[in-house]
Structures are given as structure tokens and as C-alpha cells.
């Protein structure tokens, strides 16, 4: 059965960088889509980007000045970088794995991060 | 982007009775190359993260009861629990993979137990 854990910072003064680090056990990590996903409290679902299996970046444009994303092959890990965060930046953020079609099949538990001063 | 738009917002419906989410998109997600929906389901109970339930529209996930169903085509789609379990009682989201960046959800559907 495939785990994705993540861990990182849960909390960020404004003006700092959230870093995120995600990583599979118990399946492949190559050949598939890599995503994060992030989820305001009590609000719905909002992309961030993804990693195809090309191993592109994709970033929703509204975050897309502040995002990178990477993957490490050789430690099956996938990165989440978002800097100059602010109060509107909190949220419980997800990793993701998935194909093609089955986008988002494989969920990490999920991370809060609370920006606050 | 493509907007994905939910109804209802929320749902109350007796145990054993259907249960019927319906989700539209902005414009057709309908892939012409390969005759595919780009349309999944989720599903999300309180403290967890979501759940894939379906994709490609009608593709049930490995795994999900066959009382989930999902159907429609371009940009009209629902999600049916034709028989609601008290487990059941969740926020399910739409979402679309047709397009992107960004990939979109919609606002979600809350299903209670009447």
C-alpha cells in the first residue's frame, strides 16, 4: 500500500518561505503526476501545481511567482518552496500522486501551516 | 480557467435513499482525441484528506463501493449514492483535469443524514 508523508514548518511569520518535503513509500515514484494541494480552514480546494511525468512543473498562475517545485529521484521526495508568505498563505497543505486520469489517487495526511505574526 | 459550479451546496437525505450531486463546468472537458471526461469525484470526511471516488467521469476507483456512480459528458456530470450509508456523510468535490494550469474543484456538496 503506497504512503505519502509529508512534514515541514507548521508555522511561518509573514514575509518567510514555507517549505514542505513529501515522500513515498511502498510504490513507485517515477512515471507519475505529482501534486500540491492546499485547503484554507473550512474553505474548499486549491491547486498549487504539479510535476508531470515528464517532470515539468505546472503552477497555478495566481501562486506561480512564489512557488517552486521539485522532485529527488533518488529519495523518492517531492518539495514544495512558497515564499514571502502572508496571513492568506494558511492552510492545511496536501501532496499528492496520480496518472493521467486518476490525478490526485494517493494522499499525503495533509500539513497545517499557520502564517501569523 | 474553467469554472467548476456544485449543487446543491448541501444535501440531507434519509439512510438507504439516493443521493444526487450535480457539478458544471465552464466549458466541455471532453477530450475530442480520446472521446475522455476529464471530471473526477472526491470525497472528504472531516480531518482527512480527500478521497478519489471517481475519474474519468464514470471510472469507479479501485476499491469504492459500487453504490457511487458517476456520469454525464462535456459539462454537465453527477455523482449519484444510489443508497446512502451513514458513512457516507462527507463533502465531495468535483474537479477538472482538462485543462490546466490550474486544475479546478468545485465548491463542494455537504451530505448529511435526515
Known amino acids: 500500500q503506497v504512503q505519502l508523508q509529508q512534514w515541514g514548518a507548521g508555522l511561518l511569520k509573514p514575509s518567510e518561505t514555507l517549505s514542505l518535503t513529501c515522500v513515498v513509500s511502498g510504490g513507485s515514484f517515477s512515471g507519475y503526476f505529482w501534486t500540491w494541494i492546499r485547503q484554507s480552514p473550512g474553505m474548499g480546494l486549491e491547486w498549487i501545481g504539479e510535476?508531470?511525468?515528464?517532470?515539468?512543473?505546472n503552477y497555478n498562475p495566481s501562486l506561480k511567482s512564489r512557488v517552486t517545485m521539485s522532485v529527488d529521484t533518488s529519495t523518492n521526495q517531492l518539495s514544495l518552496k512558497l515564499n514571502s508568505v502572508t496571513a492568506a498563505d494558511t492552510a492545511i497543505y496536501y501532496c499528492?500522486?496520480?496518472?493521467?486520469?486518476?490525478?490526485?489517487?494517493?494522499w499525503g495526511q495533509g500539513t497545517l501551516v499557520t502564517v501569523s505574526s | 480557467d474553467i469554472v467548476m459550479t456544485q449543487s446543491p451546496d448541501s444535501l440531507t437525505v434519509s439512510l438507504g435513499e439516493r443521493a444526487t450531486i450535480n457539478c458544471k463546468s465552464s466549458q466541455r472537458v471532453l477530450s475530442r482525441s480520446n472521446n475522455k471526461n476529464y471530471l473526477a469525484w472526491y470525497q472528504q470526511k472531516p480531518g482527512q484528506p480527500p478521497k478519489l471516488l471517481i475519474y474519468?467521469?464514470?471510472t469507479r476507483e479501485f476499491g469504492v463501493p459500487d453504490r457511487f456512480s458517476g456520469s454525464g459528458s462535456g459539462t454537465d456530470f453527477t455523482l449519484t449514492i444510489s443508497s446512502l450509508q451513514a458513512e457516507d456523510v462527507a463533502v465531495y468535490y468535483c474537479?477538472?483535469?482538462?485543462?490546466?494550469?490550474?486544475?479546478?474543484f468545485g465548491g463542494g456538496t455537504k451530505v448529511e443524514i435526515k
Open positions: 499528492s500522486r496520480g496518472t493521467i486520469g486518476a490525478r490526485l489517487a494517493d
Open positions: 474537479q477538472q483535469y482538462y485543462s490546466t494550469p490550474p486544475l479546478t
Open positions: 474519468w467521469a464514470s
Open positions: 510535476i508531470n511525468q515528464s517532470g515539468s512543473p
